[in-house]
């Protein structure tokens, strides 16, 4: 089996969601945005316009009791909102995935589009993730 790679003591990729970072953390978040600056520049040279698609991977809650961390350190949410508000703040279009996922899921009284204690889409999560996406770009 494939050992994940941990940080701090717990999976590398559940950091993103601590409620604060340490100055690595802080340091990925402002060379990604940098990045997103420099894209989208490039992008409106071109006569185009960004869009960000966020595509969600569904943390799950099992990760905090399996390594006896305090849910109190940790916001599900952070990653996407820091992106989110990034994004409002520097006029860069996005779509959350997550938000249209909830939305539909609540609609229709479904819970299986996302694959338990994984956290990744199942094959019904990716199609509505591509409907989502192809929606975005052909029926603005």
Same mark, same amino acid.
């Given at each position: 089996?494939?050992?994940?790679?941990? /940080? $701090? *003591? !717990?999976?590398?990729?559940?950091? +993103?969601?601590?409620?604060?970072? %340490?100055?690595?953390?802080? @340091?990925?978040?402002?060379?990604?945005?940098?990045?997103?600056?420099?894209?989208?520049?490039?992008?409106?040279?071109?006569?185009?316009?960004?869009?960000?698609?966020?595509?969600?991977?569904?943390? /799950? $809650? *099992? !990760?905090?009791?399996?390594?006896? +961390?305090?849910?109190?350190?940790? %916001?599900?949410?952070?990653? @996407?909102?820091?992106?989110?508000?990034?994004?409002?703040?520097?006029?860069?279009?996005?779509?959350?995935?997550?938000?249209?996922?909830?939305?539909?899921?609540?609609?229709?009284?479904?819970?299986?589009?996302?694959?338990?204690?994984?956290?990744?889409?199942?094959?019904?999560?990716?199609?509505?993730?591509?409907?989502?996406?192809?929606?975005?770009?052909?029926?603005?």
């Amino acid at each position: 089996s494939q050992q994940t790679k941990q /940080y $701090d *003591g !717990i999976p590398f990729e559940f950091n +993103l969601y601590r409620n604060t970072y %340490d100055k690595y953390w802080e @340091e990925a978040w402002h060379i990604s945005e940098g990045i997103l600056l420099k894209m989208k520049k490039e992008i409106e040279d071109d006569g185009s316009q960004m869009l960000v698609i966020v595509i969600p991977k569904r943390p /799950y $809650d *099992g !990760i905090i009791k399996r390594y006896h +961390l305090n849910p109190k350190d940790f %916001d599900l949410k952070k990653p @996407e909102e820091m992106l989110g508000a990034f994004l409002k703040k520097n006029s860069i279009g996005y779509v959350n995935i997550q938000e249209k996922v909830n939305q539909y899921e609540k609609q229709h009284i479904i819970s299986h589009l996302f694959i338990v204690n994984d956290g990744h889409p199942t094959k019904e999560g990716h199609a509505l993730i591509g409907k989502i996406i192809f929606d975005a770009f052909f029926n603005k």
